[in-house]
């Protein structure tokens, strides 16, 4: 199996394993990885990896492995449409059944966050930007009354505490 996994995959989970045989203390320090250029297959195969060798750390750390699609859906459902939806002071709401499920769709979503929020070590895979520089926009338009500053701090915080494979 060795033979069919690249050079740059063999590098990679060689490196990731290092990390791991001492996560207690990279957790410590706030050290991460960030991995970049990883296609489906093997952001499919690097997932596995972590979640693999995560499960050997059971119950003494806890960690959350979630794809941007559930993490972005959660964010939407938690700051968008369950406010929104929320029943105005003073007015019924208009269908018991409609209200039942978003108290449900409520729940799940502040269980999900809680669980992002908690854990020791989380891990966000298949973030794909659909433009390149999408994600530095959008910090960048939150970071106008911040004088801009934003995506630089986000951006260097990283870069000095995780270890990025390209």
Known sequence: MIER?????RDLLGRLSVYFDSINLRL???????????????????GRFIGDRLREYR??????IVPWRD?????YVLKVE????????????????????YAIAGRVSQDMYYQMRYCDLFVLSGMDP????????GFRSLGRGAGGQVWERFFHKL?????IAL
């Open 159 to 163: 870069y000095d505490t995780c270890l």
């Open 71 to 75: 993490f972005a859906l959660n964010a």
């Open 82 to 101: 369950l406010p929104s939806s929320a029943p105005q002071d003073g007015i019924a709401p208009a269908d018991s059944r409609q209200q039942q499920e």
């Open 5 to 9: 996994v690249s050079v740059q995959d």
């Open 130 to 137: 659909t433009y390149p520089h999408e994600l530095e926009a």
């Open 28 to 46: 410590r320090e706030g050290q991460g990885w960030l991995i970049f250029n990883a296609d489906r297959q093997r952001s499919g195969r690097i």
């Open 59 to 64: 119950p003494l750390m806890s960690f959350y």
